[in-house]
């Protein structure tokens, strides 16, 4: 698909709505898992309730700042590469240092069975990329019931962006947006979409 411009809210929303499909056909977990209490789990998320989008959060991320306070983070607790050896494994995990990795981490914050729902649950398209592209992007949609959905957009190849959907606790998108600035060392910005605005196609 080749996005008219800058309308990833649109390209968010259908993502959510396609993970929420998943989420009330009992069948697509049944083709993953046969653990009752997992099964119940994605039944739980399936039936919290999306009929009205009720908010938007809107944060653009530079990749590079990402990748490297990831990296950073991980070497924290032992003997931290040297700057050459940094920019080596930054240049290798570019591909896999996105938006979406932050959302997986907070996700494992919430318990085994959270975070393999959350896994199986998780869909995704690729977009051919529009000239108005700028920074990887984390869209958080919030519904008032007990989960959310948070879209992750990052240029995934040459002149290809990738969408990903995952459900989030409601409540969690502070915590999110902290992880994000953490690994960034600095505030990003920060919008937040109600009312009409959601009903544009562009953020």
């Not at 240092?97 to 393999?116: F, K, R, Y």
């Not at 995934?156 to 606790?169: H, P, Y």
């Not at 998108?173 to 505030?187: I, W």
């Amino acid at each position: 698909m080749q996005p008219a411009g800058n309308v990833w809210l649109q390209a968010a929303t259908e993502l959510a709505e396609e993970a929420q499909d998943m989420a009330a056909d009992e069948r697509v977990a049944e083709l993953f898992v046969s653990d009752s209490g997992l099964l119940a789990y994605i039944r739980g998320i399936g039936t919290a309730g999306y009929d009205r989008l009720r908010e938007a959060t809107v944060v653009e991320i530079p990749r590079a700042e990402l990748t490297a306070g990831f990296l950073s983070a991980a070497f924290a607790s032992s003997a931290e590469p040297d700057t050459a050896e940094l920019r080596r494994l930054a240049e290798l995990m570019k591909s896999r240092i996105n938006p979406a990795v932050v959302v997986s981490a907070l996700n494992g914050q919430e318990g085994s069975d959270h975070l393999a729902a959350c896994s199986i649950l998780t869909g995704s398209r690729t977009y051919i990329q529009p000239q108005d592209w700028r920074d990887d992007l984390l869209v958080v949609l919030e519904y008032g019931s007990e989960y959310a959905v948070a879209i992750a957009f990052w240029q995934s190849g040459e002149k290809t962006v990738t969408g990903q959907a995952s459900f989030i606790r409601a409540g969690r998108t502070e915590a999110l947006l902290r992880s994000v600035e953490k690994f960034c060392g600095h505030a990003v910005p920060v919008r937040k979409l109600t009312g009409r605005e959601l009903k544009k196609r562009s953020i």
